[in-house]
Nanobody
Framework: QVQLVESGGGLVQAGGSLRLSCAAS????????MGWFRQAPGKEREFVAT????????YYADSVKGRFAISRDNAKNTVYLQMNSLKPEDTAVYYC?????????????????WGQGTQVTVSS
């Protein structure tokens, strides 16, 4: 089992920044990569970004490329999502997730552990 706890969400004005954190605990040795997803009301959960624990390879959704940055601290078993130039359409519940699979993984079914989510609201 892997436990994931997100933090850092909140209310911010358009153009502002937030940094989300995701602390992993438990059997983290089975985790190859971490991802951030988001889900807005009435919409499906969508991929945002992913990073591999080993080597730090990253990959982003086109909608956030150039504005968001994912990083990890292996010593702390923590993943971060720095979100800059936020837009109202970034409003959603943000979830971190762990994947045991190699390669770039952008589908929810490719992740087997999920956090409880943290709300991000961007006002116009």
């Amino acid at each position: 089992q892997v436990q994931l706890v997100e933090s850092g969400g909140g209310l911010v004005q358009a153009g502002g920044s937030l940094r989300l954190s995701c602390a992993a605990s438990g059997r983290t040795y089975g985790s190859v990569a971490m991802g951030w997803f988001r889900q807005a009301p009435g919409k499906e959960r969508e991929f945002v970004a992913t990073v591999r624990w080993s080597g730090g390879t990253t990959y982003y959704a086109d909608s956030v490329k150039g504005r968001f940055a994912i990083s990890r601290d292996n010593a702390k078993n923590t993943v971060y999502l720095q979100m800059n130039s936020l837009k109202p359409e970034d409003t959603a519940v943000y979830y971190c997730a762990s994947s045991p699979l190699y390669g770039v993984r952008t589908m929810t079914r490719e992740y087997n552990y999920w956090g409880q989510g943290t709300q991000v609201t961007v006002s116009s």
